[in-house]
C-alpha cells in the first residue's frame, strides 16, 4: 500500500508546506500586530501592546483571513521568553513578610481553583460539555496552556480558547472602570468625612 520511502517523505513534505506558508505570510500579519497595537496604544486601549493585536487578528479570523500555522519551535520559544519575563518582574528579595503572604496565595489559589471547578459543574450540567473542557474553559492561567493542555487531552479547544478569550477581554474592558467607580466613590466619601 504505503511504501517506506514514501512515508518516509510525508513529515518532510508537511514541514516544508508549513514553513512556506509561515515565512512569507507571518511578517504580514507581523505588521498588522504592529500598526495595530499603535492604533491601540493611540485610542488607549488598556494593554494595548497586547489587546490590540488580539483583537487585531480575531477580527481577520472572523473575516475569513487565517493566519499561518506556527511550527511547534516558535511557540516553544515564545512560552519560554514569556515564562522568562514573568520570572523575571518577580523580586522575592523585596516582599515583606513572606511567611504571611505564602499561606495567604495558597488559600486564595485553591478558592480560585475551586470555584472554577465548581463552575465547570454548571457547564456540564447546563451545556453537556466534557467534564474537561468544561475545566479549562474556566480555569485560572494562560488561554495558550489551557489551549495546549486541551488539545493533548482531546477536549474541544475552540470553546476552551473562546471562554478564556472572554476571560481576558472582561478583565482589561470592564475591571479598570469598575475599579475607577469604585475608588472614585471611595475618595469622594473620604473627602465628605473629612469635612
Same mark, same amino acid.
Given at each position: ?46 494593554? +494595548?501592546?497586547?489587546? /490590540?493585536? #488580539? ?6 479570523? @472572523? &473575516?475569513?483571513?487565517? $493566519?499561518?500555522? =506556527? ?71 494562560? +488561554?495558550?496552556?489551557? /489551549?495546549? #493542555? ?6 474541544? @479547544? &475552540?470553546?476552551?480558547? $473562546?471562554?478564556? =478569550? ?30
Amino acid at each position: 500500500m504505503f511504501s517506506k520511502e514514501g512515508l518516509e517523505t510525508v513529515p518532510q513534505v508537511i514541514s516544508t508546506n508549513v514553513q512556506q506558508e509561515f515565512f512569507p505570510q507571518i511578517i504580514s500579519f507581523a505588521i498588522f500586530s504592529v500598526l495595530i497595537a499603535l492604533i491601540g496604544k493611540k485610542i488607549n486601549l488598556p494593554t +494595548a501592546y497586547l489587546l /490590540g493585536p #488580539i483583537l487585531g487578528i480575531a477580527f481577520l479570523n @472572523v &473575516s475569513g483571513v487565517q $493566519g499561518p500555522p =506556527l511550527p511547534s519551535a516558535v511557540l516553544d520559544i515564545s512560552q519560554f521568553m514569556i515564562g522568562g519575563y514573568i520570572g523575571l518582574l518577580l523580586k522575592p528579595d523585596k516582599l515583606k513578610h513572606k511567611v504571611k503572604i505564602i499561606p495567604v496565595a495558597l488559600f486564595s489559589s485553591l478558592i480560585l481553583v475551586g470555584m472554577s471547578l465548581g463552575m465547570s459543574f454548571l457547564l456540564v450540567w447546563q451545556y453537556q460539555f466534557s467534564a474537561i473542557t468544561s475545566f479549562l474553559s474556566l480555569a485560572p492561567g494562560g +488561554a495558550d496552556q489551557m /489551549g495546549i #493542555i486541551g488539545h493533548e487531552l482531546e477536549a474541544d @479547544v &475552540s470553546m476552551i480558547t $473562546g471562554y478564556q =478569550l472572554f476571560r481576558i477581554l472582561f478583565i482589561f474592558f470592564a475591571v479598570p472602570p469598575l475599579l475607577k467607580l469604585i475608588l472614585g466613590f471611595s475618595l469622594k466619601k473620604k473627602e465628605y468625612d473629612g469635612e
